[in-house]
Structure formats: C-alpha cells, structure tokens
C-alpha cells in the first residue's frame, strides 16, 4: 500500500502538534464541558499520531520526503516564544503559552510551502490539503468579522495580526492553486 503523503512536510505537522499542544494546556486546569475535554484531547490525540506515523510507522516513514523537507523549523520555535512573552495581554503561564500558540501558528505552514517549492510541484491530494488549511484560516477571519460586529468590546489584536500574517502567507499558494484550477492543469508552484 502507498500513502500519497510524499508532499507533506513532517516539520510543519510538528510544528501544528506543538501549536495545539500549548494552545490547549488549559483542558489539564479549567474544565469548561465535557463534550470541549473529550474534543480537544481527540485534536491533540490525532495531531501527536500524525507526527509518529511520520516519523515511526514503516510504510508511511518510507514515502516521507525527507530529502526536501529540510526547514529549520525550530528557528521558529524560538522567536515565537520569546515574541509570547513581550507581547501578550496578561502576563501568566497559560496566557503566555496560548500567545506562543497563535505566533507559532502564524508561521507553522512556512516549512510545508518550503517543502512545495523546492519539490516544484505537488499531486492533487497535497494541494487539497494546503488549500483546507488556508480555508480554515480563511473562515476564523469571517468569524472575527462577525465577532466584531456582533460582540461589544470584541478587540483581539494579537489573535487578528498573527491571523493576517498566516493569510498572508498563504497567498501566494492560492494564486498559483487557482490558478491551476482555472486552466484545469497539474498544480504546481514556481521554484
């Protein structure tokens, strides 16, 4: 069996693993419902196996790209955490870790484009992929919109620029994305 996953890059998965891992400290200290527990440890459960089946499982290990998926993706670990702690709204752990969360975010796709740009090019279930999680970006700045709007003193600065950042990011794949799209050819990003 071959798993068409060769185009995803492992970093940018680990990067996402410790995303949600500091953005959800809070299940272990404030309990809110059970249906938001069992949720959030099912997210984190399928994010860390994505990362092991990467990095252990025989077959999927074997179709991993390693050879490209080179970024140095803890040299943005570093300025995220230490960015969390100038600029947060209120300085205690859980806030800190959940400020590092939305930095790390904001750059966690910049291995996975990296990762596209030095292959040139990607099959369709890799661009798919790409193009959800852009979506899903697309979607929270909706709902910010309507939050605004809806929601008196509804003022997130941190959350709405480090939100833009990784739309921003995400940009110049969906030019190229639509593009191909368009012209009803195979995506594939310029090197």
């Given at each position: 069996?071959?798993?068409?996953?060769?185009?995803?890059?492992?970093?940018?998965?680990?990067?996402?693993?410790?995303?949600?891992a500091?953005?959800?400290?809070?299940i272990?200290?404030?309990?809110?419902?059970?249906?938001?527990?069992?949720?959030?440890?099912?997210?984190?459960?399928?994010?860390f196996?994505?990362?092991?089946?990467?990095?252990?499982?025989?077959?999927?290990?074997?179709?991993?790209?390693?050879?490209?998926?080179?970024?140095?993706?803890?040299?943005?670990?570093?300025?995220?955490?230490?960015?969390?702690?100038l600029?947060?709204?209120?300085f205690?752990?859980?806030?800190?870790?959940?400020?590092?969360?939305?930095?790390?975010?904001?750059?966690?796709?910049?291995?996975?484009?990296?990762?596209?740009?030095?292959?040139?090019?990607?099959?369709?279930?890799?661009?798919?992929?790409?193009?959800?999680?852009?979506?899903?970006?697309?979607?929270?700045?909706?709902?910010?919109?309507?939050?605004?709007?809806?929601?008196?003193?509804?003022?997130?600065?941190?959350?709405?620029?480090?939100?833009?950042?990784?739309?921003?990011?995400?940009?110049?794949?969906?030019?190229?994305?639509?593009l191909?799209?368009?012209?009803?050819?195979?995506?594939?990003?310029?090197?």
């Amino acid at each position: 069996m071959i798993f068409p996953h060769a185009g995803i890059s492992l970093k940018t998965q680990e990067l996402y693993a410790l995303v949600f891992a500091s953005r959800y400290l809070y299940i272990f200290s404030d309990f809110i419902s059970l249906y938001n527990t069992v949720m959030k440890l099912i997210f984190l459960g399928t994010s860390f196996s994505i990362v092991w089946y990467m990095r252990y499982h025989k077959i999927v290990r074997k179709s991993y790209d390693k050879q490209h998926d080179t970024f140095r993706h803890y040299f943005l670990v570093i300025p995220c955490l230490i960015l969390a702690v100038l600029i947060n709204e209120k300085f205690t752990f859980k806030e800190i870790m959940w400020t590092f969360s939305l930095y790390l975010e904001a750059v966690s796709i910049l291995p996975q484009l990296v990762l596209l740009q030095r292959t040139g090019n990607t099959d369709n279930l890799t661009g798919q992929y790409i193009f959800l999680l852009g979506a899903y970006r697309a979607l929270y700045i909706v709902n910010w919109i309507y939050r605004f709007f809806t929601e008196p003193n509804y003022l997130h600065w941190i959350t709405w620029i480090s939100g833009l950042v990784q739309t921003i990011l995400y940009a110049d794949f969906f030019y190229y994305y639509f593009l191909s799209w368009k012209n009803n050819v195979k995506f594939q990003l310029p090197a």
